[in-house]
Structures are given as structure tokens and as C-alpha cells.
């Protein structure tokens, strides 16, 4: 049913992420289904709670056998039509996965690139060749991840964590730790408010956002793995990536990261050595 959601947003353009219909898909948390469509390449974040759908593309996939893209961005009954005309007449393949409880993943394969590009110029797509790796080249490092100089926050808290390094996870933390920590992220909150400050030194901290700051923490820690048979990148799973890397992985293979409850790990498949020598050098992860 969340490909009735993805029409909506495709006819609707931009809105609110309150506004999203989660009733059409038996969702219950509207942020979980939007920052999932963010991921797939469906749409885009504007400000702190805004949305924008994203034009129609065909995202190019690595490591295949054959040549094939995956559908992202505004999907309409018409724009399917016009793709699988557009399939029969260059001899690709149109196929349409169900995914769980997230939109079709649909995919255009052929024996040549020239056959999926021709697809999508008569289908009036764009054809971005390997998205996935284009994602992670233009992505900003996390050390050079936007932040903004912010004062420690002084008077009472209600709550203050820290991320630790050696356990991967919030654990509790006081004020007057995070005042005089050298370095650290820690989650300040506030009767009104939460903020997330990364501290590089006693007197300097920065907002940032939530999973560039963990990630920041966690520089140098050994916690990726990786297998060549399947492409399956695995990391703990409060290290999930911003947005624009998280979509860059996804892309390698269309799918959603899968979630292990047990092992608290998520991951990535159908990720190249390319993909994953990117993506170390962005976070400063190392692998195991």
C-alpha cells in the first residue's frame, strides 16, 4: 500500500511530513516512511519538516550480470505505462518486486547500457549510470560535515547522553561530563528542546546532525564488514548514514539496509570494493 502513499506525494509535489498519509499503507510512524523514501531516492528533506518529491530516474545498479536500473523518485500510473512501452520496445525487461511495506521495487535490465538508455529517453527518464557510487563521490566527509558553533548548554537538563565509542550506543551521561569533555557527542535534553553537540575541544561544541555526530565519534573504530559474495556491507546499527550515504548504499542494490534485532546490525547489499573504499574514507570507519 506505500505505493499509494508514493502516487500521492508524485501528484501532491512537496508538503509537510505530518501530512503524509500513513493511513494509505498501515504505517504507523510517518517519519520511519518518509526518511525510507529518502533512502530509496523517492524524495527529499526541505528543512526541518518539509518534503519534496524527486523527479523521476532510473538508477543505474553495479556488479550485474546484465545491465539494470532501478525506478526512483515521482511514480504514477502513467509514468509506469510509459516505461513498460518504452521496455517492450527495446527489447528490456520491466519486472516489479514487492518490497515490505515499502513501494515495488521496480527494475529495467537489458544485455546492453544502450538498451536501458534508450529505455529511459523514451520513456522521458533519466538514466543516472552506477547512482550509488555518484552518491558516495559527492557526499561530504563526515569530518567536513556541515556543523554550526553552538555554547554549551548551561542551567538544568532533564537528560544527558553520551555516545560511547567502545559500546556503539547512548549510554548516561551528566552536564557537567559533557562541559568538560575534550572531545565526545553527547544528546542534551532540554524541558523545550533537544540539541545534539559534538565537542572537539572544552570550549568548543557544534550542532550537527544526529548520524554525522555518532559517526564522528566512532572515527577509526573497526566495525565494518564486508563479503564479496553478495556485496553485504554490515555495520552496528547506531552507525546508520546520513541520508545521502545511506542512499548511496542502497542504491547498489535498491533494497532498503536489512535490520538484525538480535546482532543490533544493519546492511547494505550488492556494495562493490569501489562503493565500500568510498564510504571508508567518508566515515573513517575501518573494517574488521
Same mark, same amino acid.
Given at each position: *500500500?506505500?505505493?499509494?502513499?508514493?502516487?500521492?506525494?508524485?501528484?501532491? #509535489?512537496?508538503?509537510?511530513?505530518?501530512?503524509?498519509?500513513?493511513?494509505?499503507? %498501515?504505517?504507523?510512524?510517518?517519519?520511519? +516512511?518518509?526518511?525510507?523514501?529518502?533512502?530509496?531516492?523517492?524524495?527529499?528533506?526541505?528543512?526541518?519538516?518539509?518534503?519534496?518529491?524527486?523527479?523521476? @530516474?532510473?538508477?543505474?545498479?553495479?556488479?550485474?550480470?546484465?545491465?539494470?536500473?532501478?525506478?526512483?523518485?515521482?511514480?504514477?500510473?502513467?509514468?509506469?505505462?510509459?516505461?513498460?512501452?518504452?521496455?517492450?520496445?527495446?527489447?528490456?525487461? *520491466?519486472?516489479?518486486?514487492?518490497?515490505?511495506?515499502?513501494?515495488?521495487?521496480?527494475?529495467?535490465?537489458?544485455?546492453?547500457?544502450?538498451?536501458?538508455?534508450?529505455?529511459?529517453?523514451?520513456?522521458?527518464?533519466?538514466?543516472?549510470?552506477?547512482?550509488?557510487?555518484?552518491?558516495?563521490?559527492?557526499?561530504?566527509?563526515?569530518?567536513?560535515? $556541515? /556543523?554550526?558553533?553552538?555554547? *554549551?548548554?548551561?542551567? #538544568? @537538563?532533564?537528560?544527558?547522553?553520551?555516545?560511547?565509542?567502545?559500546?556503539?550506543?547512548?549510554? %548516561?551521561?551528566?552536564?557537567?561530563?559533557?562541559?568538560?569533555?575534550?572531545?565526545?557527542?553527547?544528546?542534551?535534553?532540554? %524541558?523545550?528542546?533537544?540539541?545534539?553537540?559534538?565537542?572537539?575541544?572544552?570550549?568548543?561544541?557544534?550542532?550537527?546532525?544526529? #548520524?554525522?555526530? #555518532?559517526?564522528?565519534?566512532?572515527?577509526?573504530?573497526?566495525? @565494518? /564488514?564486508?563479503?564479496?559474495?553478495?556485496?553485504?556491507?554490515?555495520?552496528?546499527?547506531?552507525?546508520? $548514514? $546520513?541520508?545521502?550515504?545511506?542512499?548511496?548504499?542502497?542504491?547498489?542494490?535498491?533494497? +532498503?539496509?536489512?535490520? %538484525?534485532?538480535?546482532?543490533?546490525?544493519?546492511?547494505?547489499?550488492?556494495?562493490?570494493?569501489?562503493?565500500?573504499?568510498?564510504?571508508?574514507?567518508?566515515?573513517?570507519?575501518?573494517?574488521?
Amino acid at each position: *500500500m506505500t505505493d499509494v502513499v508514493l502516487e500521492w506525494m508524485s501528484f501532491r #509535489r512537496s508538503g509537510k511530513i505530518a501530512d503524509i498519509p500513513v493511513n494509505l499503507s %498501515d504505517e504507523s510512524k510517518g517519519g520511519r +516512511l518518509f526518511d525510507d523514501f529518502v533512502t530509496l531516492g523517492h524524495a527529499e528533506r526541505i528543512g526541518a519538516d518539509g518534503w519534496q518529491i524527486a523527479p523521476p @530516474v532510473l538508477a543505474g545498479l553495479p556488479g550485474q550480470s546484465e545491465f539494470a536500473a532501478v525506478l526512483c523518485g515521482a511514480r504514477t500510473q502513467n509514468l509506469l505505462k510509459s516505461l513498460d512501452r518504452a521496455s517492450t520496445s527495446t527489447g528490456a525487461c *520491466m519486472t516489479s518486486k514487492p518490497q515490505i511495506a515499502r513501494p515495488d521495487r521496480i527494475t529495467i535490465s537489458a544485455s546492453s547500457l544502450n538498451a536501458v538508455a534508450e529505455t529511459a529517453a523514451k520513456a522521458g527518464i533519466v538514466l543516472q549510470a552506477d547512482a550509488g557510487l555518484q552518491l558516495l563521490a559527492c557526499s561530504p566527509s563526515i569530518r567536513d560535515w $556541515p /556543523r554550526s558553533a553552538c555554547p *554549551m548548554v548551561e542551567g #538544568r @537538563v532533564d537528560s544527558v547522553l553520551r555516545f560511547s565509542r567502545s559500546r556503539l550506543r547512548w549510554v %548516561d551521561s551528566t552536564l557537567a561530563e559533557a562541559t568538560s569533555a575534550q572531545k565526545g557527542f553527547f544528546r542534551i535534553k532540554r %524541558d523545550w528542546n533537544q540539541v545534539s553537540l559534538l565537542k572537539s575541544a572544552p570550549t568548543q561544541a557544534s550542532r550537527i546532525n544526529e #548520524r554525522a555526530g #555518532r559517526l564522528a565519534a566512532a572515527a577509526k573504530c573497526r566495525v @565494518v /564488514r564486508w563479503t564479496s559474495n553478495g556485496g553485504v556491507l554490515a555495520l552496528p546499527a547506531w552507525l546508520y $548514514p $546520513p541520508s545521502i550515504m545511506a542512499r548511496g548504499l542502497a542504491l547498489c542494490s535498491g533494497h +532498503l539496509p536489512g535490520f %538484525d534485532p538480535g546482532k543490533m546490525e544493519i546492511t547494505f547489499n550488492g556494495v562493490q570494493p569501489e562503493h565500500l573504499r568510498i564510504f571508508l574514507a567518508l566515515t573513517r570507519l575501518r573494517q574488521l
